[in-house]
Each structure stands twice: as C-alpha cells, then as structure tokens.
C-alpha cells in the first residue's frame, strides 16, 4: 500500500490562480481530510469527507472548494489565491474516526506571491 | 473551533532523559491520538487512546486518556537523537462532525 499520497509537493501561485491539490489513498478509507499548517501551529481542518459524495466544511474553509467522486480521491481547490493560503496542506484518511487512527500524506507547500 | 492547549512549548533535554508533555481542554473528547512530525514530512502516529482512564504504550512512548477526557498525557523515557521533532496531540469530538482538532505541539530538541 502506498498509504496516502499528494501532489504536487510544492507550488508556488500568482495571487488570483488558481490550483487543485490532489490526494489519494488506496486503504478503502471512509474518512479523508484537508488540514493547513501554518509556521509554529497546529493543524487546522479545512474541509473533510465521511464517503463518495458526502463533504463538509472544517474550522476554515473559506477560499476552499473539495469534491469526493471515489472513495480514494479527495482533491482541495484553491480557486483565487490570496497570500493568507501560503502553507503547507496536509490530506489525511481513517477508515472510521471513532475507533480508528488518521493517516497523514507527505503534504503539498503552497507560496502565493 | 476547540482549543487543546499543549505544553511545554518546546523542550531541550540531554540524551537518556525522559520526556513528558500534555495537552489540556476546556471540552470533552472521544479520542486522544500523539502525533511526530519531522521537518518536512506529514505527521506519523505514534500512539491512539480511546477510553477515559487507558494507558498504551509503544515502545519508549506512553500515553494516556485523562479520566476527565478533558486531557492526554505523552512521556517518552530514555531519550534517544531520533526522538527529535514536534509532538502533535489531536482530540476527535464524535458530536461535533467527527472532526480532528489539533495542539500547537510542542518542540523536542535531544542534545547527545
């Protein structure tokens, strides 16, 4: 299994591009998730999916956009860049959070200059 | 969003000392996970914890679920060079959308 995977793994945007993060996870989880991580912070949830189809928002999804057509693909879309969205995005999979661990990607760091 | 409140910040400690940080909440959780993250990498799990009260542990790390809930405990004993990074505690809240929320970490720095 090659667990969770990201792309790109840095990116460098104009302010106003846009891009599409992609993620994906072969363990036939449930659950996958976008976190931010800003220097000397936590992370912070941006938006999450309990299945295909089903989405919500996290703690700051504003300037985000996610869709979930298969189990194993949860892309992150970044539609005008602005400077606050440089970070380092993190996607992650459970099969189920109550009885189950997170599993993290390797992460995508984003500049917007 | 919640708040988990991790402590110490960061710590500097000479190899073969044990470590011990926390992670503290105004609220109730379902879970405690400990996360390490290395420069540059996602974090890895270390250690999860489902029940008020338990206490796991995986090789030199133990960890555990406060009896309030409200609270997770990390030490790690006999610290080694490679125990260096950031620690991450997460707590999941099962009646708030099944949501992750994440400490601020805390900092191990391991002089040989």
């Known amino acids: 299994n090659a667990g969770v995977t990201q792309t790109p793994k840095f990116r460098i945007l104009k302010i106003g591009q846009s891009m599409t993060l992609q993620c994906a996870q072969d363990?036939?989880?449930?659950?996958m998730y976008w976190y931010r991580q800003d220097p000397g912070m936590g992370l912070k949830l941006i938006y999450y999916s309990v299945g295909a189809g089903i989405t919500d928002k996290g703690e700051v999804p504003n300037g985000y956009n996610v869709s979930r057509s298969t189990t194993e693909d949860f892309p992150l879309r970044l539609e005008l860049a602005a400077p606050s969205q440089t970070s380092v995005y993190f996607c992650?999979?459970?099969?189920?959070?109550?009885?189950?661990?997170?599993?993290f990607g390797p992460g995508t760091r984003l500049t917007v200059t | 969003g919640q708040q988990l409140n991790q402590s110490p910040q960061s710590m500097f400690i000479q190899e073969g000392e044990d470590v011990s940080m926390n992670c503290t909440s105004s609220?109730?959780?379902?879970?405690w996970l400990w996360y390490k993250q290395d420069p540059g990498e996602g974090p890895v799990l270390l250690i999860a914890?489902?029940?008020?009260?338990e206490l796991t542990s995986n090789g030199r790390l133990t960890a555990q679920f406060g009896i309030t809930r409200k609270d997770s405990f990390l030490n790690i004993s006999a610290s080694i060079p490679s125990d260096v990074g950031i620690y991450f505690c997460?707590?999941?809240?099962?009646?708030?959308?099944?949501?992750?929320?994440f400490g601020t970490g805390t900092s191990l720095t391991v002089i040989p």
């Open positions: 914890l489902y029940k008020a009260g």
């Open positions: 992650a999979s459970s099969y189920s959070p109550g009885v189950s661990e997170q599993y």
């Open positions: 609220s109730i959780f379902n879970t």
């Open positions: 997460a707590g999941l809240q099962l009646n708030t959308g099944n949501q992750f929320y």
């Open positions: 363990m036939n989880h449930n659950y």
